[in-house]
């Protein structure tokens, strides 16, 4: 049998393969797979519909192709499976799978340098690294002493984290380096599975008014929309911290403003927003105590090429008939990010 055939597919060209796939990345596939030449304008699957009607497996990445069934099935009749070196595959999946086509998704590996990030951050809050340092600057140091002797550290503290997919769990993991004692927020957890964690299931409300710091990790789709408000950031300690590298949207950000301005000593810290990035005029562009970074937790110059070898893997193991591990259903779509 001679060898099957493959394409790298993506809008973003050339340039967002090579980050994604990195060299002997690429080596490695084309030493297994005969690659046509890339499709990066979705008008070529017209003018190269005899061509690509010969692709086995496609390579993608951010900038993914969304295609309806009837197209699928007409340009990729003998698709077998897609490769995604990216994390959420929610805009293309279904009509793929629908097609009987599998699909993976490197969603784990850009698991891994939000995890690290969030952990980081967490550590920070503890100390009331944020607040501190702001107020060394604006106020002095006596000033930032004085927000420091109100704040209770890292050991034993509480730690709230909202949503336990592949980055919290992954977060959690991090944490039991650490003597915190770890709430968590998410209805599809079951109680054995809290229970192996070593954490504690509650609702969103004693979250925030229980935790020096909360993480929100919640998968973003129609149910996690808006799902935090000012009922739940209104009971914020005084001296807690909100992280958010899951999406803006899940929170209604002018109640978090609003909470913020009424307790200063609070604080946001905001890799995300809704929309991104942050209108002019919004009160997060002057509020003291809120923190924007511009949507860097998820993997940034060379951890990007960590996705397009976990895809690389998921090929040698798909085809040799070995476990898989990245593997998207139908079912895992109702509740991913």
Same mark, same amino acid.
């Given at each position: 049998m001679g060898q099957k055939t493959a394409v790298f597919m993506t809008h973003g060209g050339k340039?967002?393969?090579n980050r994604a796939y990195d060299k002997e990345t690429r080596n490695t596939l084309k030493e297994r797979l005969s690659f046509l030449k890339g499709v990066y304008d979705r008008d070529q699957l017209k003018t190269r519909r005899a061509d690509l009607r010969k692709v086995d497996y496609i390579f993608s990445t951010w900038g993914m192709f969304p295609l309806e069934e009837d197209q699928i099935r007409d340009c990729f009749p003998g698709l077998k499976a897609v490769f995604y070196a990216a994390g959420s595959v929610q805009g293309f999946a279904k009509p793929y799978l629908a097609c009987g086509v599998h699909v993976f998704s490197a969603f784990a590996a850009n698991a891994v340098p939000v995890a690290e990030y969030v952990t980081a951050q967490i550590l920070l809050a503890g100390k009331g690294f944020y607040l501190a340092q702001r107020l060394y600057r604006t106020k002095g140091y006596p000033a930032a002493r004085e927000y420091m002797?109100?704040?209770?550290?890292n050991y034993g503290g509480k730690v709230g984290i909202i949503g336990v997919g592949t980055i919290g769990k992954l977060v959690i993991s991090h944490l039991k380096n650490y003597k915190y004692h770890i709430l968590v927020f998410d209805p599809f957890l079951p109680q054995e599975e809290a229970?192996?964690?070593?954490?504690?299931?509650?609702?969103?409300?004693?979250?925030? #008014?229980?935790c020096l710091v909360i993480s929100n990790h919640l998968a973003n789709n129609e149910q996690t929309r808006g799902m935090m408000t000012y009922e739940q950031f209104s009971r914020m300690r005084p001296n807690a911290v909100f992280l958010n590298t899951g999406r803006g949207a899940q929170l209604v950000e002018?109640?978090?403003?609003?909470?913020?301005? #009424?307790?200063?000593t609070r604080t946001a810290v905001l890799d995300v927003t809704y929309p991104e990035p942050v209108k002019p005029g919004h009160p997060f562009l002057t509020l003291e105590n809120v923190f924007l970074t511009p949507h860097i937790a998820g993997s940034i110059g060379e951890e990007v090429s960590r996705m397009g070898q976990y895809m690389a893997e998921e090929y040698e193991a798909f085809t040799s008939g070995?476990?898989?591990?990245? #593997?998207?259903?139908? #079912?895992?779509?109702?509740?991913m990010a």
């Amino acid at each position: 049998m001679g060898q099957k055939t493959a394409v790298f597919m993506t809008h973003g060209g050339k340039e967002a393969i090579n980050r994604a796939y990195d060299k002997e990345t690429r080596n490695t596939l084309k030493e297994r797979l005969s690659f046509l030449k890339g499709v990066y304008d979705r008008d070529q699957l017209k003018t190269r519909r005899a061509d690509l009607r010969k692709v086995d497996y496609i390579f993608s990445t951010w900038g993914m192709f969304p295609l309806e069934e009837d197209q699928i099935r007409d340009c990729f009749p003998g698709l077998k499976a897609v490769f995604y070196a990216a994390g959420s595959v929610q805009g293309f999946a279904k009509p793929y799978l629908a097609c009987g086509v599998h699909v993976f998704s490197a969603f784990a590996a850009n698991a891994v340098p939000v995890a690290e990030y969030v952990t980081a951050q967490i550590l920070l809050a503890g100390k009331g690294f944020y607040l501190a340092q702001r107020l060394y600057r604006t106020k002095g140091y006596p000033a930032a002493r004085e927000y420091m002797r109100k704040m209770p550290g890292n050991y034993g503290g509480k730690v709230g984290i909202i949503g336990v997919g592949t980055i919290g769990k992954l977060v959690i993991s991090h944490l039991k380096n650490y003597k915190y004692h770890i709430l968590v927020f998410d209805p599809f957890l079951p109680q054995e599975e809290a229970d192996r964690l070593g954490v504690e299931k509650c609702d969103l409300n004693t979250i925030f #008014e229980e935790c020096l710091v909360i993480s929100n990790h919640l998968a973003n789709n129609e149910q996690t929309r808006g799902m935090m408000t000012y009922e739940q950031f209104s009971r914020m300690r005084p001296n807690a911290v909100f992280l958010n590298t899951g999406r803006g949207a899940q929170l209604v950000e002018d109640d978090l403003a609003r909470a913020l301005s #009424e307790v200063p000593t609070r604080t946001a810290v905001l890799d995300v927003t809704y929309p991104e990035p942050v209108k002019p005029g919004h009160p997060f562009l002057t509020l003291e105590n809120v923190f924007l970074t511009p949507h860097i937790a998820g993997s940034i110059g060379e951890e990007v090429s960590r996705m397009g070898q976990y895809m690389a893997e998921e090929y040698e193991a798909f085809t040799s008939g070995a476990p898989c591990r990245y #593997e998207i259903t139908e #079912e895992m779509l109702k509740t991913m990010a």
